[in-house]
């Protein structure tokens, strides 16, 4: 009963959060002048137990796992908030949860008080629609957790959100984020995509959570490219990679992937860019004056 009343509680609580901050930013001329991204990332843990029984009920039909028995085992997120006017983002986080210390209802339950405290903030993941938010609204309904509103608008068109992978690529097929990534030159997936799976069966949470971080980053600077392309925000794109860096750096200072790729990329880019005339690459190739080194 003490669960439930807790629960209960949480209820009545968010909702009155989420009036009071949609009134306050709808009410306020920064409100009318900012734009804001929640940008996530999750590693998943299939719960074999339970579809070992679903398979047992229907036979070699269930053989495989599907989204329904994916548990999140690991979920990293940050926020970023543009004002009119300022260079760079005001930021928060990134953080990193993981099932070493947490059970999957409390992961998700912080990232749903982090939406749930600026509804009016897009929600943003790179391929989302097709795994990450059915297995958020699934421990939701599990767990009668409530729904932030980014998450409440069933269509992968919702206004509220943005699988950017879906974005990014229009009609064209869907690209993998560490393709477009190294596409963009933006460093990603410390380790192959194909690994984390095992990794997070084996329990290696300290890889994990690099894996996790690393998308998340990843994912973040690509999204405001995007979104500057599309004249949907403006700023100072080396004082905003810079700033989301460096925040990375100070809220997960134990990052190996922050502090021996990240950083000195970040580095590296700030100091070509101060750079006049001519900049000559190893391969003995050029950028002149006015065109950016990616």
Known sequence: MTNQSDRMDRFVQDLERQA?????????????????????????????????????????????????????AAASWISLTFVAGETSPRIEGPFVRTMEDSAEVDIVDSLF????????????????????????????????????DQLRNLSPHAGERVDLCRAVAGLAENPHLGEYAAALSIPAKPIAAS?????????????????????????????VRHWVALGQITCDQMATDLAIV????????????????????????????????????????????GERVM
């Not at 002048?33 to 719960?47: C, G, H, M, P």
């Not at 609204?137 to 409530?146: D, G, Q």
Request: aromatic share 8%; hydrophobic share 35%; charged share 25%.
């Open 113 to 148: 008080d982090t939406l749930s405290t600026d509804p009016c903030a897009a929600f943003v993941t790179w391929g989302g629609e097709f795994r990450d938010l059915p297995v958020l609204r699934r421990c939701a309904t599990e767990h009668c957790l409530l729904l932030p």
């Open 195 to 223: 690994s984390i799976g095992k990794l997070v069966e084996r329990g290696e949470w300290t890889t994990v959570r690099e894996q996790c971080l690393a998308d998340t980053l990843a994912t973040a600077l690509l999204a």
């Open 20 to 72: 009071r901050s949609f009134a306050a930013r709808n009410g306020s001329e920064e409100g009318r002048s900012t734009r804001s991204l929640i940008v996530a990332d999750f590693e998943f843990l299939w719960d074999r137990s339970r579809h070992h029984g679903y398979k047992t009920q229907e036979g070699k039909d269930a053989a495989m796992i599907r989204w329904p028995f994916d548990r999140i």
């Open 246 to 289: 460096e925040a990375a750096q100070a809220a997960q200072p134990n990052s190996e992937f922050v502090t021996r790729t990240l950083n000195p990329w970040v580095r590296a880019r700030h100091a070509r860019h101060r750079l006049k005339g001519v900049v000559y690459h190893v391969d003995g190739s050029s950028n002149r004056e």
